[in-house]
């Protein structure tokens, strides 16, 4: 059996489109649970922050592996330049 390396995984097209929707995700609770830090208990802002970086976190993984699929591959698609 030989290693065909031409071919590229199966996940290969899903992980920056998920990447991207996991950081909205993110944002979008951290958005919506900062009201409550605002006017609350300062412990309570513990949620919006950790939300954040969870976005940061996500943005940051989708922009390592779609610069890393670009190497590899050496065009990109317009679902990848975003």
Known sequence: ????????PFTDGY???????MA????????LTAQRALSGDP???VLPVG?????LAAL???QRY???SVDSDGDVSDDETA
């Open 60 to 62: 940051r993984l989708r």
């Open 43 to 45: 412990a309570d802002a």
């Open 1 to 8: 059996m030989s290693d065909e390396t031409d071919r590229t």
């Open 66 to 68: 779609a610069a890393a």
């Open 24 to 31: 909205l995700l993110f944002a979008l609770m951290a958005g």
């Open 15 to 21: 992980v920056v489109p998920i990447a991207g929707l």
């Open 51 to 55: 939300f954040s970086i969870g976005a």
